[in-house]
């Protein structure tokens, strides 16, 4: 852990941040505000903000918050496992959502409850055909993504498009790509990958995932292990 203060880097102890795995993701984050968890299917979430934020930090064993202000750490504040009691393989959050992966089994986490006592709540779960390599949640605007694929739309409700509505996830061993919709995981899309690049034969493996919307039209990229990139027009309907 470091400090960067102008142009100096110092070293930077935090009180309940696990130094002795392996760390795959960070994050800091906020709860989200608990009236707002007892309606899961709403796509609008109102998410409070604390003067004492957190660090959402994802182990190899699990994924732990811990209270900081002036980056003063007061802690591991919760702490979540997966279910299944395997490790995390990989996640990815926006704000107080979370879609952490533990070999094939995929949970759709929040972040819920006062800043000092903040806690996991599981909205979603389902088991993947394969073991999840990559995933991604960030959100763009389903409606000018329509448009701009097809000139029309035929998405009508109003919908917080600030807020994920899809995560994208790259599976193994030529399983491909899945989309699936936040926050109950349910299936939208599958692409295949072949299983072997045509020129050396090599295993074809998913490393990462993006969603993103370039001039209104929203795109998928997928990076290979092999430094191939594939991508995809993603046409967004009701």
Not at 154 to 182: F, H, M, N
Request: glycine share 6%.
């Amino acid at each position: 852990l470091l400090r960067l203060t102008d142009d100096d880097i110092t070293a930077l102890h935090l009180d309940g941040f696990k130094t002795d795995e392996q760390t795959v993701y960070c994050a800091t984050l906020s709860p989200m505000d608990a009236s707002t968890s007892d309606n899961p299917e709403s796509s609008s979430r109102s998410y409070s903000v604390f003067q004492h934020s957190l660090l959402m930090q994802a182990t190899t064993s699990g994924i732990r918050l811990i209270g900081i202000h002036h980056l003063n750490g007061s802690g591991c504040l919760a702490e979540w496992r997966s279910p299944s009691g395997r490790g995390i393989s990989c996640l990815s959050s926006h704000g107080a959502l979370i879609v952490v992966a533990s070999g094939p089994e995929l949970y759709v986490l929040r972040v819920v409850g006062p800043a000092n006592q903040p806690s996991f709540e599981q909205a979603a779960h389902r088991t993947m055909s394969n073991e999840v390599a990559c995933i991604d949640l960030t959100p763009f605007d389903h409606k000018r993504a329509a448009y701009a694929a097809s000139q029309t739309s035929t998405i009508d409700e109003p919908v917080d498009y600030t807020v994920p509505q899809l995560v994208a996830v790259g599976l193994w061993l030529g399983y491909g790509l899945a989309l699936l919709r936040l926050p109950n995981l349910e299936l939208v899309h599958e692409e295949p990958l072949p299983e072997t690049t045509a020129s050396t034969g090599t295993a074809l493996l998913p490393r990462s995932v993006l969603l993103a919307q370039l001039e209104d039209m929203a795109y998928l990229f997928a990076a290979m292990g092999d430094g191939t990139l594939y991508f995809y027009t993603v046409c967004p309907s009701a």
